[in-house]
């Protein structure tokens, strides 16, 4: 279960099942990603060209948040419990999180998820900036724009038959009683 903090701990997740299709790489060692990681490149990416589209600045990757992502995405794994990281372990980090059969989405299938709120998306006072009166049906989206975050960290780890995605936020965005943008 998702929710929103007053203190701006902004979070949400969204699952998604598929087909199970070829088994992802191995997996890559704590702290030494490789030159061309394509789930750096695409959430990057797609989450800075969501942020263009309603003018506010790019994020940077953090490779800080890309390890604390990575440590509690192979928590998910090992558990095969989907659910956020407790305060504690997000030192105010806002937490999108993704899961779905392994091996059978890509990150931009990933990203995309959370970026296609924007169609419920208004840009209110939280938690009143969605269209359905469902704060959760556009969580992911606002705190990928949410003007006063500049970092992002993502990272993947797989169980026998998921795949767990997590970036991680800094500052948080989803804060109670402040816009997006």
């Known amino acids: 279960m ?3 903090l007053r203190a701006g701990l902004g979070w949400s997740c969204a699952s998604a099942v598929g087909a199970a299709g070829p088994a992802p790489p191995a997996p890559v060692q704590p ?4 030159a061309d990681d394509p789930l750096e490149d695409t959430m990057l990416a797609i989450h800075n060209a969501a942020r263009a589209r309603v003018g506010v600045p790019p994020l940077a ?3 800080g948040l890309a390890e604390a992502a990575r440590a509690y995405a192979e928590d998910m794994a090992r558990s095969d419990l989907f659910r956020h990281a407790p305060p504690a372990l997000r030192r105010g980090q806002g937490e999108n999180l993704w899961r779905g059969s392994r091996g ?5 299938a990933m990203a995309t998820a959370w970026t296609d709120e924007a169609r ?15 704060w959760q049906d556009v969580g992911h989206y ?11 960290g993502c990272a993947m780890a797989s169980s026998a038959t998921f795949d767990y995605v997590v970036c991680r936020y ?4 989803n804060v109670i009683g402040r816009t997006a943008f």
């Open 31 to 34: 702290g030494a990603p490789p």
């Open 170 to 173: 800094g500052p948080a965005g």
């Open 61 to 63: 990757w953090d490779a």
């Open 104 to 108: 059978a989405y890509g990150p931009d």
């Open 120 to 134: 419920l998306f208004v840009n209110q006072p939280t938690p009143l900036f969605s269209t359905t009166g469902r």
């Open 2 to 4: 998702a929710g929103l």
């Open 142 to 152: 606002s705190q990928i724009v949410w003007r006063s975050t500049t970092a992002l």
